[in-house]
């Protein structure tokens, strides 16, 4: 089949040229459409059922709350882990899924047991599912502040009104983004501040007055009525609409006499119990928010429309106050986008100058070169196709001295056969002969089209064998990790199969491209001379030999060695230290008091 495929290339020229193009285009595209972030994903397959119970303690959301809401959602299956805390007024309980299960399906099941379980829960909690996001979803922190001039203008409770009616409503809703959150000043709240000494005077129950504000903030419908022919909808509107509707509220009638609310208690703006503050350059109290991405989506795609949505929530809020984010994800990735590139365009670099050295000839080093973009592009076709993202691990893993490698050992092939092999023939030496014996320089042969075609069919068909079980072999080192599940999966998966994507691009290559650029692009002319990459050789060689020599005359003594130094390194492994995931630097710092 090899040899197939290298002679239909030689012969084909144009197919192939016109497939290396399209494999470009398609690379291309999928380069631009790969999602892109710093590190992989590794967080669990994950539903969590937050309840909150404000009038429990810590203890009674454990045995209330906590205790029958897991033992309901134990029978859900493919399950493979539950954990739950319980906090005063706060029961957060985590089902992590197998990796294989569909999260909204995993939803589903958790909604129906736990719609059924509401019932049984005590009065005033509510239960609600977490957004289906992961641990890298915090993609948009931002702050809500008002200008130099205006810091006396608004509140803190006003710009905290302000995140949750009007940012967080808009935001809501952008395509990748699962959750707004707001924290930060004051949350605004209607206050019944009760005076028992008034309530008792009154014959009045706190029950009472908590019925009475229930019950008159409502509004109701009454159908219609027909007048001549027209139709009046009916209505009662009694959603109170400021303190005074909430004052008016009548409790009840006491001997004729309607006992209103604010004959029993006070009415006023508050705020609710918060538990923190956020502070920015030590300026300050300001409000913060956060947009979580939606899990699976394109950190790029939703992040740029976060920001288009943000600019137009700016023009939405009064004057004098803005929104400013403080951590935008956009930064690390770029910087981590830069490694990579910087990585990849020097290591690409370096091999090309070490193969123009080494080859002793221009245009074999950027033939060989030029299956460095091309295996890239098809590892990132396949990257594309298989959802594969790309982040440091994924990439950074790539070596170019792999992909190159079976290139290089069939255009070395090639050069060398054309510069030594074509002296073989009797009338091509005895030409040659008689040339230097008349004393005229020895000036290159130039080969034709179909003569070049021969050779170059000869040398990759000879040597393409042994290229090729090498690449074969590394190809098959990294299926094990292929195999890998669970978090070592998330971690290594990607980076085996984007190993395996290039190397597997530059195997194709080398059966088609490379032997097709070869007989178009390497000079067609026979040199005679010793090049500067010849004498490099010639004194590698000459220092290598002696050293062979000594190896295999002391076999014994260097396999030893060699067995004594790997113990010597197994022994200094148990003592190297290790990590769960290499350090990134993100430019950033936490503090925790």
């Excluded at 913060?288 to 939703?302: R, T």
Aim: charged share 20%.
């Amino acid at each position: 089949m090899f040899q197939k495929l290298i002679t239909y290339s030689i012969r084909h020229k144009l197919v192939i040229g016109v497939l290396s193009i399209a494999l470009a285009i398609w690379g291309v595209w999928s380069l631009m459409h790969l999602p892109f972030d710093s590190t992989p994903d590794i967080t669990d397959n994950q539903v969590q059922v937050i309840t909150q119970a404000p009038s429990l303690g810590a203890q009674e959301v454990e045995q209330y709350v906590t205790t029958p809401v897991e033992m309901a959602l134990a029978n859900i299956p493919r399950i493979q882990e539950r954990r739950s805390i319980s906090r005063s007024g706060l029961s957060v309980i985590t089902l992590v899924f197998d990796d294989a299960a569909d999260i909204y399906w995993a939803r589903s099941q958790v909604s129906q047991v736990v719609e059924q379980l509401e019932k049984e829960l005590p009065k005033n909690t509510e239960t609600e599912m977490g957004p289906i996001a992961t641990g890298l979803g915090e993609i948009y922190h931002y702050t809500i502040r008002a200008k130099e001039g205006y810091e006396h203008k608004y509140s803190l409770t006003q710009l905290r009104t302000m995140q949750d009616w009007i940012v967080r409503k808009q935001l809501s809703g952008t395509p990748g983004v699962a959750e707004v959150s707001g924290w930060g000043g004051y949350v605004k709240q209607y206050e019944v501040a009760i005076n028992t000494d008034q309530l008792n005077a009154s014959g009045v129950s706190v029950s009472e007055v908590f019925e009475a504000l229930q019950r008159n903030n409502a509004n109701t419908g009454g159908s219609y009525i027909e007048q001549n022919s027209n139709q009046y909808y009916i209505r009662g509107i009694g959603v109170v609409k400021n303190l005074e509707d909430v004052a008016n509220i009548t409790v009840k009638t006491v001997n004729g006499t309607p006992i209103k609310v604010s004959d029993v208690a006070k009415v006023q703006l508050g705020h609710a119990t918060r538990f923190g503050a956020v502070t920015r350059n030590g300026e300050g109290e300001v409000v913060a928010g956060i947009a979580i991405m939606l899990k699976g989506e394109n950190f790029q795609e939703v992040i740029k429309n976060v920001k288009e949505r943000i600019n137009q929530i700016q023009k939405s809020l009064p004057e004098g106050v803005v929104i400013e984010p403080f951590i935008d994800r956009t930064n690390l990735v770029d910087r981590v986008e830069g490694t990579i590139a910087r990585n990849l365009i020097e290591g690409g670099l370096i091999v090309i100058f070490v193969l123009v050295i080494f080859l002793g000839n221009w245009r074999a080093g950027l033939v060989v070169a030029s299956v460095i973009p091309l295996s890239m592009l098809f590892a990132f076709g396949m990257m594309k196709t298989f959802g594969i993202d790309g982040n440091l691990m994924s990439l950074g893993a790539i070596d170019f001295g792999m992909i190159v490698d079976s290139a290089v050992i069939i255009v070395e092939a090639v050069v060398t056969h054309i510069n030594t092999g074509h002296f073989s023939q009797p009338e091509v030496r005895a030409a040659y002969l008689a040339q230097c014996q008349n004393g005229g320089a020895a000036t290159p042969f130039a080969l034709t089209q179909k003569q070049m075609d021969e050779k170059v069919h000869f040398s990759a068909s000879r040597i393409r064998q042994s290229a090729a079980f090498g690449e074969i072999i590394i190809m098959i080192v990294y299926i094990p990790l292929m195999t890998l599940v669970g978090i070592e999966g998330k971690m290594f998966r990607p980076m085996a199969l984007t190993v395996f994507f290039a190397i597997l691009g530059a195997f194709i290559l080398s059966l088609t491209y490379v032997p097709m650029a070869s007989s178009l692009m390497l000079s067609r002319k026979v040199h005679t001379r010793k090049t500067f990459s010849d004498r490099v050789i010639e004194k590698l060689q000459a220092w290598y030999r002696p050293v062979l020599d000594w190896v295999l005359a002391r076999n014994k003594d260097v396999i030893t060695g060699a067995v004594a130094l790997f113990c010597v390194s197994v022994v200094g492994f148990k003592y190297l230290g290790g990590e769960f995931i290499p350090s990134l630097e993100e430019g950033d710092f936490a503090v925790e008091m």
